[in-house]
T-cell receptor
Framework: GAVVSQHPSWVICKSGTSVKIECRSL??????MFWYRQFPKQSLMLMAT?????????EQGVEKDKFLINHASLTLSTLTVTSAHPEDSSFYIC???????????FGQGTRLTVV | DAKTTQPPSMDCAEGRAANLPCNHS???????VYWYRQIHSQGPQYIIH???NNETNEMASLIITEDRKSSTLILPHATLRDTAVYYC??????????FGTGTRLQVTL
């Protein structure tokens, strides 16, 4: 299957700082990427949909000014958590689809800890 | 996405078949049944999907009832590496997935 890579795999940051997470499709062009968040012992919750060259679409309750998404190319989307707080500590996961849209491929996830 | 119901947990002995059920009684005619699994602290992994017919690939088999109200994912020879949370999703699009609580499969020696 296609490969989606996230970087970093884990990050620790101080409260009030910003942290950027990258999601790359390594062997295909991703027209659309999705960002999910998963708290411990819970399921994945969709945060936003990111289309190359256009603004991201955020799910209800997700602050677009806090979670900045940029999808500048067909192989890269970034999620920036701005002014991070301890409650933003979570497992962030991206997925990507090509134009064929047969299945979504997921990155390995990024564990963010805000101290 | 269609509402799906799965048992919260199941156990399976290594080497035996693991049969994971999923109810999706409200699934519409154009919605597929997708199965993903998530091994601890990793991203979800695609397993298989189907619309009406039974499907098989190198990982698993998917049996969909004729009325499409339920399905079963079959891992023919479970190994310890198959221990994971398995998600059944009914959706018309493979991209924007809504994950439920899934079934936590524990494979034991």
């Amino acid at each position: 299957g296609a490969v989606v890579s996230q970087h970093p795999s884990w990050v620790i940051c101080k409260s009030g700082t910003s942290v950027k997470i990258e999601c790359r499709s390594l062997d295909f062009q991703a027209t659309t990427m999705f960002w999910y968040r998963q708290f411990p012992k819970q399921s994945l919750m969709l945060m936003a949909t990111s289309n190359e060259g256009s603004k991201a679409t955020y799910e209800q309750g997700v602050e677009k000014d806090k979670f900045l998404i940029n999808h500048a190319s067909l192989t890269l989307s970034t999620l920036t958590v701005t002014s991070a707080h301890p409650e933003d500590s979570s497992f962030y996961i991206c997925s990507a689809i090509s134009g064929a849209n047969t299945e979504a491929f997921f990155g390995q996830g990024t564990r963010l800890t805000v101290v | 996405d269609a509402k799906t119901t799965q048992p919260p947990s199941m156990d399976c002995a290594e080497g035996r078949a693991a049969n994971l059920p999923c109810n999706h009684s409200t699934i519409s005619g154009n919605e597929y049944v997708y199965w993903y699994r998530q091994i601890h602290s990793q991203g979800p992994q695609y397993i298989i999907h189907g619309l009406k017919n039974n499907e098989t690939n190198e990982m698993a088999s998917l049996i969909i009832t004729e009325d499409r109200k339920s399905s079963t994912l079959i891992l023919p020879h479970a190994t310890l590496r198959d221990t994971a949370v398995y998600y059944c999703i009914g959706t018309g699009t493979a991209s924007k997935l809504t994950f439920g609580t899934g079934t936590r499969l524990q494979v034991t020696l």
